[in-house]
T-cell receptor, first 113, second 117 residues
């Protein structure tokens, strides 16, 4: 069964550095999402993306965050200047159509030191 | 805005027994989906079960079933014949339906389920 693939599985970065989290959604999917889960807390929506533009973003998704689908297969989340509080698990998800089942990747654990 | 509440931070069940996890939600929408996700220690997000709000019949998936009470805005998960592999964090989630565009999931705070011998 096709899967959403996220790389790396674990990334460690220093405060103030830029980081790019990568996702390869399932090939025929059209809607893409990023979610965040701080350790021990609930999963929070960051951003949704469709037709090469952001559909919706949460309050968390401030100017430090950006998303891109640079080549039709990858879907990336960039954090420009990481803060300690950005340490979390980041999940990518995709779906083929609106309201269809959402497929999650295995997540990238980001540690900011 | 929609909210999802899980009032049980932790639950424990003996192997082979049945356990029910509670979830309530608040919305003014009439058309939506409700989900239960399982998150084992590996932290994957695994879909357990999905319920469409317009369907009166409760969803079932093998040992997992829900009790969906639309008027009460309640969506509990029943796990029958519990197995050691069921031990995980369980999240209830809400999603608007029929928007025709990307629609986010709103998650509850989770219930940690322990399964004992």
């Amino acid at each position: 069964e096709p899967e959403v693939t996220q790389t790396p599985s674990h990334q460690v970065t220093q405060m103030g550095q830029e980081v790019i989290l990568r996702c390869v959604p399932i090939s025929n999917h059209l809607y893409f999402y990023w979610y965040r889960q701080i350790l021990g807390q609930k999963v929070e929506f960051l951003v949704s993306f469709y037709n090469n533009e952001i559909s919706e973003k949460s309050e968390i998704f401030d100017d430090q965050f950006s998303v891109e689908r640079p080549d039709g297969s990858n879907f990336t989340l960039k954090i420009r200047s990481t803060k300690l509080e950005d340490s979390a698990m980041y999940f990518c998800a995709s779906e083929v159509l609106a309201d269809s089942p959402l497929h999650f990747g295995n997540g990238t654990r980001l540690t900011v030191t | 805005a929609q909210t999802v509440t899980q009032s049980q931070p932790e639950m424990s069940v003996q192997e082979a027994e049945t356990v029910t996890l509670s979830c309530t939600y608040d919305t003014s929408e009439s058309d939506y989906y409700l989900f239960w996700y399982k998150q084992p220690p590996s932290r994957q997000m695994i879909l357990v079960i999905r319920q469409e709000a317009y369907k009166q019949q409760n969803a079932t998936e093998n040992r997992f079933s829900v009790n969906f009470q639309k008027a009460a805005k309640s969506f509990s998960l029943k796990i029958s014949d519990s197995q050691l592999g069921d031990a995980a964090m369980y999240f209830c989630a809400y999603r608007s339906a029929g928007t025709g565009t990307a629609s986010k999931l709103t998650f509850g705070t989770g219930t940690r389920l322990q399964v004992t011998l």
